[in-house]
């Protein structure tokens, strides 16, 4: 059983974690989360303060230990003495805020909630889950919180999401409803986060935590480059394989918020949600609102067993099933090759060479509907440019087929061009506050998501191209923040839930869009990775981790993403040289490496590459191919940071048994007198491993490590296959 029912709250198991709650008087308490313990009671190691103040309001004389201000809560209050940052704001009728709920009661039961149309994790096969939800109520307000945890006991993670209900007679606004809310008894954490920008996504920060507030968030309605939803907090001298790290994800493509705050008694309080700013939800008599999901884990073997929980929950438990195992073609996307110049005589030529050197799939990128000849105009037509394909989209997906590869196409369905048929018909399609000129993006507006005539529109026109023509992937991309945030369709006190309404019409699309089509392989992209987040990944399994395809460039952006995210979900493609992002040169040997920690493709004109080039490709193909089960879901070990100071980055797949390990390695510059790299492989010390002809045991890879010479030259990559014999 993963949930119990203590003498005095709860407590939630998994494999190697526990988690406890419990009442004290009419409150529920944070009492513990971290390595699996037996006892069913914390409360001894919860912070307390003793105020010689006696008149600290919401300090109780009678019980010495109780002071709202320092205690760890479940869930925070809001007005009353709890001075630390809220996750909950609720505005009455008569414009007071406060809201104190009291412990009320708890429901069990098997398997996941219904959080009406935001993505959730499943339960795989024959996987017993269990959800518990906790009734706070407000006595004088009737607002009631619902605390939910869903235990996947197997996978060492807890889902958290928070409903609100309206109990009361009068209509009520939320302000801010976060779906997580953690306590900690120390502040001596370093905090890890993942910022960036465009074309250069989720670069790892590790710092300390300070006195007082820091965080992270986005205002963009949607994800954003610059902050990932994800968090870790970990102990100061916590490393790869050692130490206590917590980490945390918001399952949410919006506008997100993670705030964090440290106080004078030495506690550490975290909250994560759809950011307040954008958000003011109408909640009418007996009307309820559920937040996203947040997932949780803790690993107290360092920060490489934190991923690796969330890789195989990601893998697992959120991306579609019928991607979890299947092969990934190795796709061919002419963006880079082609940008808006080509037709169809040109992406044949392209197909026909790239299907003779092993490569599986042609990918038709942005240009191929209504008359975009650069990206001023058309999005919003969905129906192909006879100019370029003169016998249109079906012709040529089935000639590419008969070149014996898949064919994929790009759209991007949350968008209208001025000049677009769509914007002709219905100008009142995109988002827009009558009497104020809307704010372009790349020449662009946003469509009305919150409105669903609008988001039928754009799936009918979906339905009739994915139906038409034998399509096998759809790049669904997103290339602009939203601003004026507004619908024509919403009244006045309604305005400030139209944030969240946007992402709910992108989920609907999404989710219609993979029913309808379940065999359609969904790449989401946002300008590279601009929405990279685990909402997005419940419906498409990989998405373009950056438009950044510089092989250096890519070392960080990868290294960083799987952070949090597996590399079976990171889109990786060999480009042309000199790099169009940075005007660097490096080999097409360290391009393919690189692009191999990914789900591997190309993006660049096969036929303009010299001989010796194209003759790589077949055995780079081949290499992928066989080795993509184990670079996709082995377990994935950090061995060298290439941030920082360092010239070297290092990274290796192990397979579950340990009996093939696939050992990548990075080396910047070259110097006159270069260093070699050692590393330590996660070898079973058991076993005796064989590499390149030469044997070696298992306890001199992991204890003595290896030695890895580049040669001369900079930005060089080496690979190197260990297999048990
Ligand atoms: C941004 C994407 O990240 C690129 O890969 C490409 O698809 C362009 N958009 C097309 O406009």
Request: charged share 25%.
């Amino acid at each position: 059983m993963a949930i119990w029912k203590t003498k005095t709250g709860f407590k939630l198991d998994t494999r190697n974690t526990s988690y406890l709650m419990e009442t004290k008087e009419k409150y529920l308490l944070h009492t513990y989360y971290g390595a699996y313990i037996s006892d069913e009671s914390a409360q001894d190691v919860i912070c307390t303060h003793y105020y010689n103040f006696n008149s600290y309001p919401g300090y109780d004389w009678s019980s010495p230990s109780f002071a709202l201000n320092s205690l760890p809560w479940e869930y925070g209050t809001c007005g009353v003495a709890d001075y630390r940052v809220p996750p909950i704001r609720v505005r009455q009728a008569d414009g007071s805020t406060v809201i104190d709920p009291h412990y009320e009661g708890a429901e069990l039961f098997d398997g996941i909630p219904d959080l009406e149309g935001l993505p959730f994790p499943y339960a795989d096969d024959g996987e017993r889950v269990q959800t518990l939800e906790v009734t706070l109520v407000d006595p004088a307000t009737q607002i009631a919180v619902i605390l939910g945890y869903t235990v996947f006991e197997q996978k060492d993670v807890i889902v958290r999401y928070t409903k609100v209900e309206n109990r009361s007679q009068a209509t009520v606004t939320l302000e801010k409803v976060h779906s997580l809310q953690m306590d900690f008894n120390r502040n001596n954490y370093d905090f890890i986060h993942l910022y960036g920008d465009w074309a250069k996504e989720r670069q790892i920060e590790r710092i300390p935590l300070h006195q007082g507030s820091q965080g992270f968030s986005s205002r963009r309605g949607s994800t954003g480059h610059g902050n990932a939803p994800f968090f870790a907090l970990c102990d100061h001298d916590a490393t790869e394989t050692s130490g206590d790290a917590y980490g945390f994800h918001l399952m949410y493509s919006g506008c997100h918020q993670t705030e964090i705050e440290t106080d004078l008694h030495g506690t550490t309080r975290c909250v994560m949600g759809i950011h307040a700013d954008h958000f003011a939800w109408k909640l009418e008599p007996g009307a309820a609102f559920t937040t996203p999901a947040a997932l949780l884990t803790f690993s107290d073997h360092g920060i490489g067993e934190m991923s690796r929980r969330f890789h195989t929950f990601i893998r697992d438990n959120i991306c579609p099933k019928q991607w979890r195992t299947a092969k990934r073609p190795i796709l061919i996307n002419n963006w880079e090759a082609t940008y808006f110049n080509f037709n169809e005589e040109k992406l044949l030529g392209i197909a026909k060479r790239a299907s003779e050197l092993g490569i599986e799939m042609l990918v038709m990128d942005d240009g191929w509907f209504g008359h975009r000849t650069d990206d001023h105009s058309s999005l919003g037509d969905w129906y192909e440019d006879r100019s370029r394909l003169p016998l249109g989209v079906p012709h040529l997906a089935q000639e590419v087929e008969k070149l014996g590869m898949k064919f994929g196409i790009w759209m991007e369905p949350e968008m209208i061009s001025p000049d677009s048929d769509l914007y002709r018909a219905h100008p009142d399609y995109a988002i827009h506050i009558p009497g104020r000129v809307g704010s372009l993006g790349r020449h662009q507006l946003v469509l009305d998501f919150s409105r669903k005539e609008v988001v039928d529109c754009i799936y009918e026109m979906m339905e009739k191209i994915l139906s038409t023509a034998p399509i096998s992937y759809l790049k669904w991309d997103m290339n602009r923040s939203l601003t004026e945030m507004f619908s024509i369709s919403l009244p006045a006190d309604r305005q400030g839930e139209f944030a969240h309404r946007y992402v709910l019409g992108v989920y609907d699309l999404m989710h219609r869009v993979v029913t309808r089509f379940p065999r359609l392989l969904l790449e989401n992209c946002s300008g590279g990775g601009g929405r990279f987040d685990t909402g997005m990944l419940r419906y498409s399994p990989q998405i373009w981790t950056s438009d950044d395809t510089d092989a250096s460039e890519r070392v960080k952006i990868q290294y960083g993403t799987s952070i949090a995210f597996p590399v079976s979900c990171m889109g990786a493609h060999v480009s042309a040289c000199p790099n169009h992002q940075t005007n660097r040169t490096t080999s097409f040997d360290t391009r393919a490496k690189i692009a191999m920690n990914g789900t591997f493709g190309y993006e660049l004109d096969v036929n303009k590459l010299s001989q010796a080039e194209q003759d790589a490709i077949p055995a780079q193909c081949a290499f992928y191919r066989t080795h993509a089960e184990l670079i996709n879901r082995g377990d994935l070990h950090r061995l060298q940071t290439p941030f920082g100071t360092s010239e070297f980055g290092a990274w290796a797949y192990v397979s579950q048994d340990k009996k093939e390990i696939l050992l990548f390695a990075y080396r910047c510059l070259g110097h006159s007198e270069p260093t070699d790299l050692y590393v330590k492989l996660p070898a079973d010390p058991a076993l005796r491993y064989e590499c390149d002809g030469v044997k070696v045991c298992g306890d001199t890879l992991s204890k003595a490590g290896v030695r890895l010479v580049f040669g001369s030259g900079d930005h060089l990559a080496l690979c190197r296959y260990y297999k048990a014999k």
